[in-house]
């Protein structure tokens, strides 16, 4: 059993979650300390601590049990809780982060990586190394009810050649979940500096987890008492332990006249059963492979598209046989595509939660007074969206930060809060998610932007406000007047567009100087399977996403009235800029189309009329990447295959918006 290899991916999941957890409870700890917080981090860190010995990572483990000292020191009142020593233990879980990357990858880890970060701790702890001792507190006792004449006669053998005989006990922690797995990594540690004769349960029912939380091992090694004990407190999950050192008396009496335990065997097996019955009637869950989630979406899709298919092929021959079978497959294939899309939706709170933590670094490093406010963390999104959006989520909040947020000397200036404020929202609206970073900073100053355009060669004459400020996209635009650590080096925001616009999204950009700057993020709900009305434009046929439609209404031409170079159309008492859909796709329109449809949506805060010439219906459709040779069309999300066979193009509302001037001017 010394073969780890099998439990790294577990080791890896549960450091992550370990790691993700400390951030969170440290930064609380800043604001709030308490000692149940206290004890909690103190509990995930030698988790940590315990999982990292046990996989042999002994430059990881090492660092964490220094990390673990200061918690100590907090606990028992001789360490203050401050930014000084807060940033530590973030500097802490960075590097610890970085060790786990490097493991990941298999890449070799020289000591050296540590040595500053150990030399700033003992510092810090004044020079004390503190022993791990106390979670050897007995709660229970020593018992073994089945221990057989040859296991004790090997044991008083073993003592007569010098070895050392431990009778251990060793309760897990209640919450454990994998307890099967605890206990090969506890014995497999022993076993390096031994050997475990007899357990009980047996060796079968361990490997199994079928028992509560207590298991007795007789374990024969050279090794002293204070060893065994640190080679089974490095593991995590363990609530306390029980090592006694056996005499040749001890040995001959166990078996034979048991002490009675707090928690035998047989309790523990009652237990146990109680424990499986009331755990089947809960939610249970397992971990599947993103990869593997994609193939199943898309053999749904492929379903949908025949199913499509079969239901016109239906209506073409109008067979009645086949009519009632084909209703079920349809519910069912509704049903099947329902479930693979929840599957794959993910809070944006996994990409969220780490923000507060990147603010507060960002705060020190500028010497700047800000926080950060979220709000809808549990709005959910396509999973394959989620885990591409912390990259321009980072970049605009580091923008707000550094060229935002101004110094608390010159928020006074503005009759303005000390505390600069940094707000990320998300929100769903119809078949889109909208996330919006905005702060109360400065703001961006049209004419900073049109100077530094110039100097760099792009010519702004003719340009409106808003496509002026919407140059910062643009490939190595920047108006920082110096290079910082945290921005300013001309690269950025374009990265922010392209990777927005690879996810099937937009950003939307509007600033106040003085005011502030609100990004808003508008990105699709899923990549796959949508609802969409198919409409005609001349005589092509097209998709439009169903989400973002508010009302289809039927009007007449003169409904349309021309105002200066726009026309309108007066919806809910407010002028609607009309966009004719053929003009913008360079199509003929209908002949004499005397009942034209105006598609009302509605993007952000602004209704829009999309004028097309006719309605063909509403369909469940699944959406196809139109390849790197037609991606710079910016006016089709994709393409979709339809009944009868023919390919159809989805189009963008928010591209064809865009043609008017309207969320972007």
């Known amino acids: 059993m010394d073969d780890n290899s099998k439990y790294r991916e577990l080791f890896f999941e549960e450091t992550d979650e370990h790691l993700e957890n400390l951030n969170a409870s440290v930064l609380d700890l800043e604001n709030n300390p308490s000692e149940e917080l206290l004890d909690r981090i103190f509990r995930s860190a030698h988790t940590l601590k315990g999982m990292a010995a046990t996989m042999g990572y002994e430059t990881m483990a090492q660092l964490t049990h220094k990390m673990e000292n200061l918690f100590q020191l907090f606990k028992n009142g001789s360490l203050a809780i401050n930014g000084e020593t807060i940033t530590l ?77 431990y009778g251990i006990g060793v309760k897990l922690e209640g919450d454990c979940i994998l307890k099967g797995p605890r206990v090969f990594l506890i014995m497999d540690k022993l076993e390096q500096h031994g050997e475990v004769i007899h357990t009980e349960p047996t060796a079968e029912s361990l490997e199994n987890g079928e028992f509560d939380q207590i298991f007795m091992m007789l374990y024969l090694s050279q090794e002293p008492i204070a060893k065994v004990e640190a080679l089974i407190l490095s593991n995590s999950e363990i609530e306390a332990i029980i090592v006694n050192n056996l005499s040749l008396a001890d040995i001959e009496q166990l078996g034979v006249a048991p002490v009675v335990a707090e928690v035998t065997v047989e309790e523990t097996k009652e237990t146990e059963a109680k424990k499986i019955t009331k755990n089947d009637q809960h939610n249970q869950s397992i971990r599947v492979e993103l990869s593997k989630l994609d193939s199943f979406m898309n053999l749904v899709s492929e379903l949908v598209v025949y199913r499509t298919r079969l239901e016109n092929v239906s209506a073409q021959t109008k067979g009645t046989d086949i009519k009632e079978p084909l209703e079920q497959v349809a519910r069912i294939t509704s049903e099947l595509q329902d479930l693979v899309l929840k599957i794959r939706m993910q809070q944006v709170s996994v990409v969220m939660n780490r923000f507060p933590r990147v603010v507060r670094d960002l705060a020190r490093e500028l010497n700047k007074e800000m926080d950060i406010q979220i709000e809808g963390e549990d709005t959910e999104l396509d999973r394959t969206v989620v885990s591409e959006l912390s990259e321009p989520l ?17 928020r006074r200036e503005l009759s303005k809060p000390p505390v600069g404020l940094i707000k990320l929202t998300a929100y769903q609206q119809g078949n889109r998610v909208m996330i919006t970073v905005s702060d109360d900073g400065k703001g961006l100053d049209p004419e ?28 190595g635009f920047s108006t920082a007047k110096e290079v910082t650590n945290v921005s300013g080096r001309g690269v950025g925001m374009d990265v922010v567009h392209s990777k927005i616009a690879s996810l099937g999204g937009t950003i939307e950009l509007v600033s106040e100087v003085d005011q502030g700057t609100t990004f808003t993020i508008n990105l699709p709900l899923t990549l796959s399977i949508i609802q969409s009305l198919m409409i005609k434009v001349g005589e092509e046929t097209f998709a439009m996403p169903l989400g973002v439609i508010e009302k289809v209404i039927e009007i007449a031409p003169r409904d349309i009235v021309q105002v200066h170079h726009q026309e309108i159309y007066v919806y809910r008492g407010t002028a609607t800029p009309v966009i ?11 002949a004499n189309n005397q009942h034209p449809h105006l598609i009302m949506v509605l993007l952000g805060k602004q209704y829009y009329a999309l004028l097309v010439d006719e309605l063909i219906g509403q369909q469940e459709i699944v959406i196809k990447k139109l390849g790197r040779e037609l991606m710079e069309i910016n006016k089709y999300l994709g393409a979709t295959i339809q009944g009868n066979g023919d390919i159809t193009l989805i189009l963008d509302i928010n591209a064809l918006c865009h043609e008017v001037g309207g969320i972007y001017g």
Do not use: M, W
């Open 580 to 590: 004719r859909v053929n003009e913008a796709l360079a199509i003929s329109a209908k």
């Open 394 to 410: 980072i970049h605009l909040i580091r923008n707000s930060a550094d060229h935002g947020i101004e110094s608390a000397e010159r």
């Open 89 to 165: 233990i973030f500097d802490c879980l960075d590097k610890l982060a970085e060790i786990v990357e490097f493991l990941r990858d298999d890449v070799s880890i020289d000591e050296g990586i540590i040595t500053d970060l150990l030399h700033r701790l003992t510092a810090v702890e004044g020079g004390e190394i503190l022993e791990e001792r106390g979670r050897s507190n007995q709660t229970f006792q020593l018992r073994f009810d089945h221990l057989s004449n040859s296991d004790r006669e090997i044991g008083a053998e073993a003592i007569a050649r010098g070895y050392f005989a």
């Open 448 to 475: 900073l932007i049109s100077e530094s355009a110039e100097r760099k060669g792009v010519s702004t004459v003719g340009l409106s406000e808003k496509e002026i400020l919407n140059l910062i996209f643009h490939p």
